[in-house]
């Protein structure tokens, strides 16, 4: 996983509830084997017309928004379906770090395995940080290890996160390995459910 | 000392699977992993890459769904038309050979919508936990097992460690009480709790189904019930075990036989909610007060009784939801004030995860027998699993749904996301018993309207959204 300390980078406001995964990337491009190329497909429906077009007023095919790499969105970002292409695709496009006043938690956690920032933030910073955003300044800076998000206008904006994340996510950690560091306690398990639980073996 | 508080049904299968704390992460032990063609090439390529080997290949069972057709599936894997979804089915069936895993290939029998095959065959069973990288994978909890869906990279975290890190979820309680009108049924059940408290509103919790009402459902209704549980922001939803689910496993051809099934029984019955157990949220529901219900807008939050009237954007609270109620109107060609009833519909899609089960296609048979589909509507059964085709096929479900017009079709996900060749034009309306109304979501500029198969039979007659009440016999 990709290590995520700290950015400075463009925000895109998207000021949609609920958008979803089938929206962030449809099922077109989840027939892929791969995990990059994902970037093409991307809000494919909201950034492109139905002869391939891009249109010009979606908001990350603007020029002032080109290059994002955070974006700030409405309630409940990332809801539906658990396919990890959606922040395999976010992350793909340049999209480091996603704010929203609630994310749905099949997102939240497929973010965690990729380093893919997701930042709450209270409703009415989230809508403040979309006014700003949509006035022509867009920079923001996203620092993990301080919890902040420090706003196009200055101010600071502290959110909270799971220690245990913070950390996987500062050294960009690879679960598995860690898990297998207990691979004891794992053998200590099936051993003693293969005897109270005998009908789960061979099944 | 204070007396030690109860434990919900969600405390008492978590606490059963802990194997170790690491790092303020739970690491739980998974009883049962299902995989299907679309979330694990990913997985395979990553322990391809770091040599590592599948730690249960027999708690693993594979099954091709989400891309299938729904004709022609005799024809074999290499036989689809679809590059993309060849290589992806291709892909499966190489990968479950080489690491010895359990394979129900498409035209199999058994296979089907991987969670239809589960409970099918016996392999889903109470107090177990359950993951597998699709979402509605909360299906599950109708057995009372803790069933989530995950993503790539916890599939593949499973398949090398048989585990998953974890944060135990908080529990909520969803009570259903009292005796549902005819015509109502577990999907107006589901869609009722999710306006109840909203797509995001399970976030964070485990629900449980509790109440008469929730008791007296069938399994498959049970199943429906926790199917939708992810529409409502929640990973996993349960129902506890009781003789509905006993009887229903019973026989099965993975469920335990003879003494085996002795031993389990009495462990499957420690699993419920202890009577002084506390939960964090509650939330009742008049059965009684629920009327047929559909979708008007493209989230599943969106709903309305048949009888109501597509809501004023206006009305929301929200800035952002006043933003997507207007967008959601104008996507699906809705008015606001308009009555939902009398939308005339393009396409019925019964199938899904939700209600492609036997359950499902009877009720929907009864409404459409001696019946004929509207003129200009394309209706479609898609059975949930091969097993469930020739069942109901033995039963002659199949004859009535031809005999009305219906298109009868082989097993997979189909319609309900649209992988396969199954999908809506743009602008077509849909009728649909599925769980996504998202935009495009059955395919480019497609309006999906979410209901039962009552519901759904109701409007293929039609031709229009129907209370369903009109056409009980």
Redesign the interface.
């Known amino acids: 996983m990709q290590p995520f300390t700290r950015l400075d980078a463009k925000l895109a406001p998207l000021?949609?509830?609920?958008i979803?995964t089938?929206?962030i990337i449809?099922?077109?491009f989840?027939?892929?084997?791969?995990?990059e190329g994902l970037a093409k497909g991307l809000f494919y429906?909201l950034r492109f017309d139905?002869d391939g077009r891009e249109k010009p007023d979606f908001v990350l095919n603007r020029p002032e928004y080109k290059g994002a790499g955070v974006l700030v969105a409405?309630?409940?970002f990332g809801?539906?379906?658990?396919?990890?292409h959606a922040?395999w695709a976010l992350m793909d496009f340049g999209i480091r770090c996603v704010i929203s006043s609630?994310?749905?938690?099949?997102f939240y956690?497929?973010c965690f395995?990729?380093g893919l920032l997701p930042v709450v933030l209270k409703?009415d910073q989230v809508?403040q940080l979309m006014a700003e955003a949509k006035g022509g300044n867009h920079l923001v800076t996203v620092d993990l290890e301080a919890q902040t998000i420090v706003a196009p206008s200055g101010e600071t904006f502290r959110f909270e996160i799971?220690?245990?994340r913070k950390?996987k996510m500062l050294q960009g950690l690879d679960?598995?390995g860690?898990?297998?560091?207990?691979?004891g306690?794992?053998d200590v398990?099936?051993m003693k459910?293969a005897l109270?639980?005998?009908?789960?073996?061979?099944? | 000392m204070p007396p030690m508080p109860g434990k919900t049904l969600y405390d008492k299968i978590w606490d059963a699977h802990v194997?170790?704390e690491?790092?303020?992460?739970t690491?739980l032990?998974i009883?049962l992993h299902l995989i299907h063609e679309?979330?694990t090439?990913?997985a395979f390529?990553g322990l391809r890459a770091?040599h590592?080997p599948v730690?249960r290949p027999?708690?693993t069972l594979a099954v091709a769904d989400?891309?299938v057709p729904t004709e022609g599936q005799g024809r074999g894997v290499d036989a689809v038309a679809?590059d993309?979804?060849r290589?992806?089915l291709q892909?499966l069936e190489r990968n479950v050979q080489d690491y010895g895993i359990e394979f129900f290939p498409m035209g199999d029998v058994r296979n089907g919508i991987v969670h239809v095959v589960g409970p099918e065959q016996g392999?889903t069973q109470p107090g177990m936990t359950i993951v597998c990288?699709?979402?509605h994978?909360s299906t599950h909890g109708a057995f009372g097992a803790l069933a989530?869906?995950?993503?790539?990279?916890?599939v593949?975290?499973v398949l090398?460690?048989?585990?998953l890190?974890q944060?135990k979820a908080k529990n909520l309680r969803v009570l259903i009480e009292g005796t549902p009108a005819p015509g109502v049924g577990a999907k107006d059940f589901a869609l009722a709790v999710i306006a109840a408290i909203g797509?995001?509103g399970g976030?964070?919790y485990v629900i449980e189904y509790a109440g008469s009402a929730v008791r007296a459902l069938s399994m498959e209704g049970r199943m429906t019930l926790c199917n939708l549980t992810?529409e409502a922001?929640?990973?996993a939803g349960l129902v506890a075990p009781d003789a509905t689910t006993f009887d229903y496993l019973q026989g099965r051809p993975?469920a335990?036989k003879g003494g085996?099934?002795e031993?389990?029984l009495p462990?499957w019955r420690t699993f419920f909610s202890d009577p002084e157990a506390v939960f964090d949220r509650e939330v009742r529901i008049d059965a009684a007060a629920i009327a047929p219900l559909v979708t008007w807008g493209t989230?599943p939050?969106d709903v309305i009784p048949v009888t109501g009237l597509v809501p004023d954007p206006a009305d929301f609270a929200?800035?952002?939801?006043r933003?997507?109620a207007e967008?959601a109107l104008e996507y699906m060609g809705l008015r606001a004030g308009q009555p939902i009833a009398g939308a005339a519909v393009d396409v019925v899609f019964i199938g899904s995860c939700t209600n492609s089960r036997l359950e499902d296609l009877r009720t929907a048979a009864a409404i459409a027998q001696g019946r004929q589909v509207a003129p200009g509507v394309r209706a479609m059964v898609v059975p949930g699993s091969g097993l469930v085709k020739a069942q109901a096929e033995a039963e002659g479900l199949d004859e009535v749904f031809k005999a009305a017009g219906f298109d009868w079709r082989e097993p997979g996900c189909s319609m309900c996301?649209?992988?396969n060749p199954d999908r809506l034009a743009?602008g077509e309306r849909c009728a649909s018993t599925s769980n996504?109304n998202?935009?495009?979501?059955q395919g480019?500029?497609g309006r999906t309207h979410l209901m039962s198969p009552a519901m759904a039979a109701a409007a293929a007659l039609a031709g229009r959204i129907a209370d369903v009440r009109e056409f009980l016999r």
């Open positions: 000021p949609l509830a609920n979803d089938d929206q449809p099922k077109q989840l027939k892929t084997v791969e995990r429906d139905a409405g309630d409940n809801c539906g379906s658990s396919r990890e922040p609630s994310f749905a938690d099949i956690s497929n395995q990729n409703p809508q799971d220690p245990t950390e679960a598995i860690e898990t297998l560091q207990a691979a306690a794992i398990y099936e459910q109270a639980q005998p009908w789960l073996e061979g099944a | 194997v170790a690491q790092d303020g992460e690491i032990y009883d679309v979330t090439p990913q390529a770091n590592r730690r027999d708690r989400h891309n679809d993309e979804a290589l992806q892909t392999r990288g699709d979402s994978t989530h869906g995950i993503g790539t990279s916890e593949e975290h090398a460690t048989q585990t890190r944060q797509t995001a976030a964070g992810i922001g929640a990973r993975a335990p085996a099934w031993m389990a462990y989230s939050e929200s800035p952002d939801k933003a997507s967008r996301l649209g992988m743009p996504r998202f935009e495009g979501r480019r500029g």
